[in-house]
Nanobody, 119 residues
């Protein structure tokens, strides 16, 4: 069984910074994507930033230039450095992993970590 454990959420003032961490464990054969989504109250879950299978990165337009995703392959971990944060970044942030085994893909989600930006 694959588990994703997130840490680093909390309360920050507008303009401040936070760093989220996510570590994966379990039987992971091939990673197709790994990154972060978020869900604000009353809104759909949306992609924040992610690595894809060709090692490229995708960012939501709203976070480009402010957030940076990084990873440590040896630790099967991803990180999200969030700078110049805004009130609209307030959400529950979820770590996401898309793994494949033979012809099948499997999605895994972390439990979520709350990020609150006060204005």
């Amino acid at each position: 069984q694959v588990q994703l454990v997130e840490s680093g959420g909390g309360l920050v003032q507008a303009g401040g910074s936070l760093r989220l961490s996510c570590a994966a464990s379990g039987s992971i054969f091939s990673i197709n994507a790994m990154g972060w989504y978020r869900q604000a109250p009353g809104k759909q879950r949306e992609l924040v930033a992610a690595f894809t299978s060709d090692d490229s990165t995708n960012y939501a337009d709203s976070v480009k230039g402010r957030f940076t995703i990084s990873r440590d392959d040896a630790k099967i971990s991803v990180y999200l450095q969030m700078n110049n944060m805004k009130a609209e970044d307030t959400a529950v942030y979820y770590c996401y992993l898309l793994a494949s085994l033979e012809a099948y893909e499997y999605e895994y989600w972390g439990q979520g970590t709350q990020v609150t930006v006060s204005s």
